[in-house]
């Protein structure tokens, strides 16, 4: 499960531990100038996933949830903070050989640009095959078979190029390409949106099943609460570089604590229910935090002092809840201690 940073469980697979994340960008509106500016991608970001877990980053555009993932991943380094893989720094682990590459594989949000446009999709599907030496080169061509067969894609795929598919065949491909290491991580952003219901169905059971039973652990970027709900146990929901709730997916959509949880939720479709209330306003510039909470300037229940200083992701609900939210007036009902306003997080 998710966690915030404190508490004795036992050693987590993944460990974030106030991670900030800051990329240099140029000023805005400086067409003339080379000055840059720091952006924060992540700040203050507490995370731990267990061995097992399945776990939907959930987030507007922009709110720091694949540079999260770059960060698990070890492709990028947070700029202060730590990022740990079994206890020990995760670029440190991704740098000393395949094994952490095997293990934990990665689904790209633009699954055909992750995709050589010049390989067949056998060739794709065997280069890890090959890369992690999975299995002896006279078998390749059964593997590449049976991995596609896998995502529901036809054998005769194998000898196509990443242009000849659709957008939902490529995902798929992307999805089996990730599952030929056989890794017992699979980090994926955005792996299934923007296909049909049934490819999305297909996939989405293909990968509860793999987790169940492979104890595949999962982290998933979605912006589909239904896809969190059905897929993922936990939850961590982001909003401009924080995750200011975590939790059990099902207690948090159903009984958020954080605001911007309830609104994300107001505003997911449902059967038969007009959307009633959309999330207000816009998500505003990393470059131009407001001062405070970062969500007090859409927040329907923001007080005065919201603006002096930014909640702390904090437990509440006691340790079997499992729950986490960064608000000073959160709105479940038995929050433990009201937040200090002297905690900067
Ligand atoms: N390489 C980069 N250089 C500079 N800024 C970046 C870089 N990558 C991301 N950003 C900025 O960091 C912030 C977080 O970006 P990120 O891609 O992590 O968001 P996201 O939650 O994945 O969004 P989306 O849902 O649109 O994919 C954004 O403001 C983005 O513009
Ligand atoms: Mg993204």
Same mark, same amino acid.
């Given at each position: 499960?998710?966690?915030?940073?404190?508490?004795?469980?036992?050693?987590?697979?993944?460990?974030?531990?106030?991670?900030?994340?800051? $990329?240099?960008?140029?000023?805005?509106?400086?067409?003339?100038?080379?000055?840059?500016?720091? *952006?924060?991608?992540?700040?203050?970001?507490?995370?731990?996933?267990?061995?097992?877990?399945?776990?939907?980053?959930?987030?507007?555009? &922009?709110?720091?949830?694949?540079?999260?993932?770059?960060?698990?991943?070890?492709?990028?380094?947070?700029?202060?903070?730590?990022?740990?893989?079994?206890?020990?720094?995760?670029?440190?682990?991704?740098?000393?050989?395949?094994?952490?590459?095997?293990?934990?594989? /990665?689904?790209?949000?633009?699954?055909?640009?992750?995709?050589?446009?010049? /390989?067949?999709?056998?060739?794709?599907?065997?280069?890890?095959?090959?890369?992690?030496?999975?299995?002896?080169?006279?078998?390749?061509?059964?593997?590449?078979?049976?991995?596609?067969?896998?995502?529901?894609?036809?054998?005769?795929?194998?000898?196509?190029?990443?242009?000849?598919?659709?957008?939902?065949?490529?995902?798929?491909?992307?999805?089996?390409?990730?599952?030929?290491?056989?890794?017992?991580?699979?980090?994926?952003?955005?792996?299934?949106?923007?296909?049909?219901?049934?490819?999305?169905?297909?996939?989405?059971?293909?990968?509860?099943?793999?987790?169940?039973?492979?104890?595949?652990?999962?982290?998933?970027?979605?912006?589909?609460?239904?896809?969190?709900? $059905?897929?993922?146990?936990?939850?961590?929901?982001?909003?401009? &570089?924080?995750?200011?709730?975590?939790?059990?997916?099902?207690?948090? *959509?159903?009984?958020?604590?954080?605001?911007?949880?309830?609104?994300?939720?107001?505003?997911?479709?449902?059967?038969?229910?007009?959307?009633?209330?959309? *999330?207000?306003?816009?998500?505003?510039?990393?470059?131009?935090?407001?001062?405070?909470?970062?969500?007090?300037?859409?927040?329907?229940?923001?007080?005065?002092?919201?603006?002096?200083?930014?909640?702390?992701?904090?437990?509440?609900?006691?340790?079997?809840?499992?729950?986490?939210?960064?608000?000073? $007036?959160?709105?479940?009902?038995?929050?433990?201690?009201?937040?200090?306003?002297?905690?900067?997080?």
């Amino acid at each position: 499960m998710t966690r915030p940073a404190e508490g004795h469980d036992p050693q987590p697979l993944f460990e974030l531990i106030e991670v900030e994340k800051v $990329y240099m960008v140029r000023r805005p509106g400086s067409v003339f100038s080379t000055a840059k500016v720091g *952006l924060p991608a992540l700040d203050g970001v507490r995370l731990k996933i267990r061995k097992g877990a399945s776990v939907a980053i959930v987030g507007e555009s &922009g709110s720091g949830k694949s540079t999260l993932l770059r960060v698990l991943l070890g492709l990028t380094r947070p700029t202060e903070g730590r990022a740990l893989y079994q206890g020990r720094p995760i670029d440190e682990v991704r740098a000393e050989g395949r094994e952490f590459a095997r293990q934990v594989a /990665m689904v790209y949000q633009d699954a055909r640009g992750s995709l050589n446009p010049r /390989m067949t999709i056998g060739a794709l599907i065997a280069e890890p095959l090959r890369h992690f030496a999975i299995c002896p080169e006279t078998d390749l061509p059964a593997r590449v078979k049976a991995l596609l067969a896998r995502v529901g894609l036809p054998a005769e795929v194998a000898d196509r190029y990443p242009s000849a598919l659709s957008g939902g065949q490529v995902r798929r491909v992307a999805i089996a390409r990730a599952l030929a290491s056989e890794p017992t991580v699979l980090v994926a952003d955005e792996a299934v949106s923007g296909l049909d219901v049934s490819t999305q169905a297909q996939l989405l059971n293909l990968l509860r099943r793999l987790q169940r039973e492979m104890a595949l652990t999962l982290v998933f970027i979605t912006h589909d609460l239904g896809v969190a709900s $059905y897929l993922c146990e936990d939850i961590a929901i982001m909003y401009l &570089g924080r995750i200011v709730e975590t939790g059990p997916t099902n207690a948090v *959509l159903n009984a958020p604590a954080h605001p911007y949880a309830r609104a994300l939720r107001r505003a997911a479709p449902e059967f038969f229910a007009p959307i009633t209330e959309p *999330l207000p306003g816009e998500i505003p510039s990393p470059l131009d935090l407001p001062p405070g909470c970062r969500f007090s300037g859409r927040c329907d229940r923001v007080q005065p002092d919201c603006h002096l200083s930014d909640p702390a992701l904090l437990r509440f609900g006691g340790p079997a809840a499992n729950r986490a939210a960064a608000c000073f $007036y959160p709105l479940t009902e038995s929050p433990t201690a009201p937040q200090k306003r002297d905690i900067h997080a």
